[in-house]
């Protein structure tokens, strides 16, 4: 097989026509040829940071909508469904991946649990993963987000980064907001990324020690903006990633979309490029092709080099996007889940009032950190309520593995007037989270979930909408863009009952991540991530 175009090679900084010559799956030979067509040849993109489960689609799933964006390869974290069904979940994520053309790198999930504060399905402890680190499908240790533990050298955090060292494969962080001594103790572990900068001065020092900084831009956190302005500059030290993305938005765009607007910011095409196709391939040691004599045929057909409009994706040497048609085919896939609770009332969800001011969760668009507000809010009957009016919500996480009490708090900034929405997938451990107007409606919202064994869901009164999640209560049954579809419409529906945010669903997801501060709630109360510890509800 042939393919003829403009070459971009990024290695040498030359473009030119040419000519692929394809064979069993490899470029043969790249020669030059004195016309080509007018269309660019480029290494496939790969997402060097991303959880597919949060896109709400098995790998499979995944791969069909990604490919349509010249997304060749992931590097995959499989921590969500980790946190639920163990090694299990991460065994199936690899079965899954390996029935479609897609090269995915899945890593061995460092923190399950996530922390000792919040109740997950499963443990993944030195052992288990010392076990997946001499599996050739296993390419790094994933996000070591117990960075207190890697610090303080805490022997089962020092066992796991050990066990990724002895079988060379890197170790991925996870430290937002970590700075100096602290971080330098945390990059001599042995952590070779970072993909939590919010700010460039943060990402500056983690360069300076060595790490390589991964700008994410996903559907809720999107920090590209804070740090496209060390592309120039530090190219080599840099990739891109998602980390979140959740299905309607994957269907428009993927890195591709991030490549464009560096192009735009005045950024060098061949560095951008380097950022987006080839820095992740060197530092996982992946098996996907860099347009080389040799490499396995993966790469990409844009349009030009400042949109990055994609014509058509090949892997191995095999067409699996045309034109916006996504030639992978779908596969057939089991649904594991582990959802054991009975049905909560609305009085599982009262606050007793008190007389003092209360702690408030302050969510903050496009990031995962959060605020704490000191607040006095309204009491009927004695019983703490929400306040619309105020934008000061009632939020809960049920624990989805046994009957335990509700976790109860407030928030700000979600925007509803009406109704209540709820999701079952909430970082890290994925229990049942959900914020509402009245402690009815959240209760509505809840038992919703409850009985689809998990789901996304928006409810007001009598009218619902809910997207079933049945693969591990986090994961759709459906294809992706029947799951974007649905997805879309409650997403729209949480809109109309007020939310001002872009992503409130993602965003809701992040309100029981313990391991980002400050401010969260996990099943077992509410946490301060700069204390790392619980503190009460009165301030």
């Known amino acids: 097989m042939k393919v003829q175009g403009q070459i971009v090679d990024i290695e040498n900084r030359r473009i030119y026509p040419g000519e692929l010559e394809i064979s069993n799956g490899k470029i043969d030979v790249i020669k030059e040829v004195w016309d080509a067509p007018s269309q660019f040849i480029i290494p496939g993109f790969v997402d060097a940071h991303v959880h597919i489960e949060s896109s709400m689609l098995v790998p499979s799933e995944f791969a069909r909508l990604a490919v349509l964006h010249g997304t060749v390869a992931t590097v995959s974290d499989p921590h969500e469904i980790a946190n639920v069904l163990g090694i299990d979940g991460v065994r199936f994520m690899i079965e899954n991946a390996g029935r479609v053309p897609f090269k995915f790198h899945f890593g061995a ?17 030195a052992r288990g993963i010392a076990e997946l680190m001499r599996d050739p499908d296993i390419f790094y240790l994933a996000e070591m987000m117990n960075y207190p ?37 945390y990059v001599s572990a042995g952590i070779s990324t970072d993909h939590e900068c ?14 390589k900084v991964i700008i994410r831009e996903g559907s809720a956190a999107k920090n590209f903006e804070a740090l ?18 959740h299905p309607d938005d994957l269907a428009v765009s993927h890195i591709n979309s991030l490549c464009a607007r560096a192009v735009k910011l005045g950024v060098d095409v061949f560095k951008v490029l380097q950022v987006a196709c080839v820095n992740p391939v060197h530092h996982y040691n992946m098996t996907c092709g860099l347009l080389q004599t040799g490499h ?11 949109d990055f409009k994609v014509i058509a994706t090949y892997i191995d040497g095999h067409c699996v996007a045309d034109n916006g048609t996504s030639l992978i085919p779908p596969t057939p896939f089991e649904k594991p889940n582990r959802f054991n609770i009975s049905a909560k009332h609305p009085e599982d969800f009262q606050v007793a009032s008190t007389l003092g001011k209360i702690r408030v969760i302050e969510a903050r668009e496009g990031q995962l950190i959060t605020g704490e507000l000191h607040e006095d809010l309204i009491a009927k009957a004695g019983q703490l309520v929400s306040d619309p009016a105020a934008d000061i919500l009632k939020i809960t996480v049920v624990n989805r593995y046994f009957d335990a009490p509700p976790a109860v708090a407030f928030i700000r ?10 999701s079952s997938v909430a970082h890290d451990s994925h229990n049942i989270i959900a914020v509402g107007t009245s402690d009815a409606e959240i209760c509505n919202a809840v038992n919703l979930l409850i009985e689809n064994k998990g789901g996304i869901c928006a409810v007001e009164f009598n009218k619902s909408k809910v997207l079933p999640l049945p693969v591990a209560g986090i994961i759709s049954a459906l ?8 997805y879309q419409e409650i997403d729209a529906m949480a809109k109309e009952l007020g939310s001002r945010l872009h992503a409130p669903f993602m965003t809701l997801s992040f309100m029981a991540l313990l391991v980002i501060p400050d401010l969260k709630l996990s099943d077992k109360g509410l946490f301060s991530g700069n204390n790392f510890g619980f503190v009460t509800l009165e301030a």
């Not at 990724?164 to 890197?170: F, S």
């Not at 900034?413 to 709820?422: M, S, V």
């Open 109 to 125: 999930p460092s923190c399950v649990p996530a922390t000792a504060f919040e109740t997950a399905g499963d443990v993944i402890d």
């Open 149 to 185: 533990g890697a610090i303080a050298r805490d022997p089962e955090i020092m066992s796991k980064i050990a066990s990724a060292q002895e079988n060379n494969k890197p170790v991925d962080g996870h430290a937002p907001g970590l700075r100096g001594e602290a971080l330098a103790q």
């Open 198 to 211: 919010f700010t460039a001065a943060e990402a500056l020092e983690k360069l300076s020690l060595g790490m």
């Open 228 to 245: 496209a302005p060390l592309l120039d500059a530090h190219y080599d030290m840099m990739m891109f990633c998602s980390d979140d993305k």
């Open 296 to 306: 396995s045929a993966d790469f990409a057909i844009v349009e030009d080099l400042l």
């Open 413 to 422: 900034n979600f925007g509803l007037k009406r109704g209540a929405i709820a």
């Open 479 to 486: 294809d992706g863009w029947e799951t974007g579809k649905r």
